[in-house]
């Protein structure tokens, strides 16, 4: 069964203090994986896609990387303003019945 | 500036008494979709929409409908809302489909008692 795992369920850093987020997922072939920031009350908000193994993106503190089997998103020098909940989704390769499957995501605290 | 809009955001209805949630996007986009959140069991897809006319079934599509008459609005409709379908509703859409990264409205907060 596809299946995407989040960890940890929640983070609380110190301003500045670098740290990653852990996405793992077993699928039936990957399609690509999406990283997406959500706000208390909002909408998730789009912030990188990954192809392949191998492959890193990045925006301002974050860094998202992909192997085979996971992804992390790595937060360089985080600020309070990074404080959220980052949900990682994988689509798999499955033709006509592909599916974007979600996982919980972790909320993560920076504290000032 | 290039969004999705969602109304209302918050609703709080009795249970069977018919409503509407709009979405309307201004970005052109082909795909649209409904999804609801729920603590401990996250994003699940209700019903999506590949463009005009072609709507099709999520992992959740039971006590919804929706359609899709023109490419920028797809309302989800709950002809008979019942207490479990309380939860947090978000429209989404994308360019062309699942492979791209989805904009997302800002959210329904809708309350059925």
């Known amino acids: 069964e596809d299946q995407v795992t989040q960890s940890p369920e929640a983070l609380r850093l110190q301003e500045g203090e670098s740290s990653s987020l852990n996405c793992s997922y077993t699928?039936?072939?990957?399609?690509?994986l999406f990283w997406y920031r959500q706000d208390p009350g909002k909408g998730p908000e789009f912030l990188f896609t990954?192809?392949?193994?191998?492959e890193e993106k990045e925006k301002e503190r974050l860094k998202a990387t992909l192997t085979k089997k996971e992804s992390f998103l790595h937060i360089t020098a985080p600020k309070p303003e990074d404080s959220a909940t980052y949900l990682c989704?994988?689509?798999?390769?499955?033709?006509?019945?592909?599916?974007?499957?979600w996982g919980l995501g972790t909320s993560l605290a920076v504290n000032p | 500036e290039a969004q999705v809009t969602q109304n209302p955001r918050y609703l709080i209805t009795v249970t069977g008494k018919k409503l509407t949630v709009t979405c309307s996007q201004n970005?052109?986009?082909?795909?649209m979709s409904w999804y609801r959140q729920d603590p401990g069991l996250g994003l699940r897809q209700i019903y999506y929409?590949?463009?005009?006319?072609?709507?099709d079934k999520g992992d959740v599509p039971e006590g919804y409908k929706v359609s899709r008459k023109e490419k920028r609005n797809f309302p989800l409709i709950l002809e008979s809302p019942s207490p479990n379908q309380t939860s947090l509703y978000f429209c989404?859409?994308?360019?062309?489909?699942?492979?791209?990264?989805?904009?997302f409205g800002s959210g329904t907060r809708l309350t059925v008692v």
């Open positions: 989404a859409s994308s360019l062309y489909g699942e492979a791209e990264g989805y904009t």
């Open positions: 970005m052109n986009h082909e795909y």
């Open positions: 929409s590949m463009n005009v006319e072609v709507t």
């Open positions: 699928v039936s072939g990957l399609r690509g």
């Open positions: 990954l192809y392949s193994a191998g």
């Open positions: 989704a994988v689509l798999n390769n499955a033709g006509n019945n592909r599916k974007l499957i």
